[in-house]
């Protein structure tokens, strides 16, 4: 278990480096506790490791605060790395956190506006198709009704569906035909849009992972479906393989990738288009990573340090765009 540093009054400096994870009794993930551990040892107790539950923040005075449920007043860290899933998070709640960190000075690694894309896997297509990267094509919709939307003539089979924010290979499938969609859209959950997508044959049961710090790739693997299933998360029972510089190409697009969404940190996921080309599938935020990966650890951990020494001690900073 990790051990989480806190600020206690009157027991030395406040903490410059945070770690916002989820709320309680939410798990951290094995690369979370490995990263936060990496973390404590560079920075000591100048480092935390924080719950979005364990956080009061409001607008007093005419300033902008930031207290624990017990009341302690804390100052807004000088640099947070964000481990939350980017998917479920809420513009009342989470975002309305890190936004309150990033307008009392603190930087965020991801920024705020790298998160708020990376939530949402139609703009991450949206940004990198202008962008000019290779992406499936993709349909999907605002307010019109699934039902009619499986019916539409623009549609196309096979394709793959998936929500709009699912994490893990959640709400993922392959429909082969109209048929099956017009007979599955009324069991579907409607909260947030779902994408039809199409089906790279080549790739499929197949997606390559590349991790990226700051514009390096720093561990690539490839993930393998198991029984020939679609989806080859290791959460579906996938299987790992390392393949770190076996795919230079590929390295390269996920670098692209990271820069266009603005993210210090990404997991980009990659599809096999054929011999040695690729498509962006999706980004992560907030990648995981294999336990033999040894390189990601100590490659954020230097981005974060490198983000603390460009930042001076918080003071008032021009307002970041809404």
């Not at 903490?15 to 094995?30: E, F, G, Y």
Request: charge should be positive; include cysteine; hydrophobic fraction near 40%.
């Amino acid at each position: 278990m990790v051990a989480e540093h806190r600020v206690v009054p009157g027991a030395g400096a406040p903490a410059d480096v945070w770690m916002l994870v989820r709320h309680r009794p939410t798990a951290l993930r094995r690369s979370t506790r490995e990263l936060a551990t990496a973390l404590a040892d560079a920075h000591g107790p100048r480092f935390a490791v924080w719950h979005t539950d364990e956080l009061l923040f409001g607008v007093q005075g005419g300033r902008l605060t930031l207290r624990t449920l017990g009341g302690t007043e804390l100052p807004a860290p000088r640099v947070v790395c964000v481990r939350q899933v980017a998917g479920p998070m809420r513009d009342d709640r989470e975002v309305t956190l890190l936004r309150h960190l990033a307008r009392m000075g603190s930087t965020l690694v991801n920024t705020l506006d790298a998160q708020l894309t990376s939530r949402n896997k139609m703009w991450q297509l949206q940004e990198l198709a202008l962008a000019g990267l290779p992406v499936p094509d993709t349909l999907t919709y605002a307010t019109a009704p699934l039902e009619g939307v499986v019916r539409s003539r623009d549609l196309g089979t096979p394709c793959v569906v998936k929500s709009v924010s699912g994490a893990k290979g959640g709400q993922v499938f392959l429909a082969p035909g109209p048929g099956l969609l017009r007979e599955v859209a009324g069991s579907l959950a409607q909260e947030t849009p779902f994408l039809f997508q199409e089906h790279v044959a080549a790739s499929h049961g197949r997606t390559l992972r590349v991790t990226v710090v700051d514009g390096e790739p720093v561990g690539a693997v490839l993930h393998t479906s198991r029984d020939g299933a679609l989806a080859a998360n290791i959460a579906k029972g996938g299987t790992a393989t390392l393949c770190t510089g076996r795919h230079p190409r590929a390295e390269e697009l996920a670098v692209r990738a990271a820069h266009v969404l603005g993210l210090d940190i990404a997991g980009v996921d990659l599809l096999f288009d054929a011999e040695d080309t690729y498509t962006v599938c999706e980004v992560n935020a907030v990648p995981g990573w294999r336990p033999e990966l040894t390189a990601v650890v100590p490659a954020i951990a230097a981005c974060v340090a490198r983000r603390l020494s460009r930042q001076d001690r918080p003071g008032p900073r021009p307002p970041a765009s809404p």
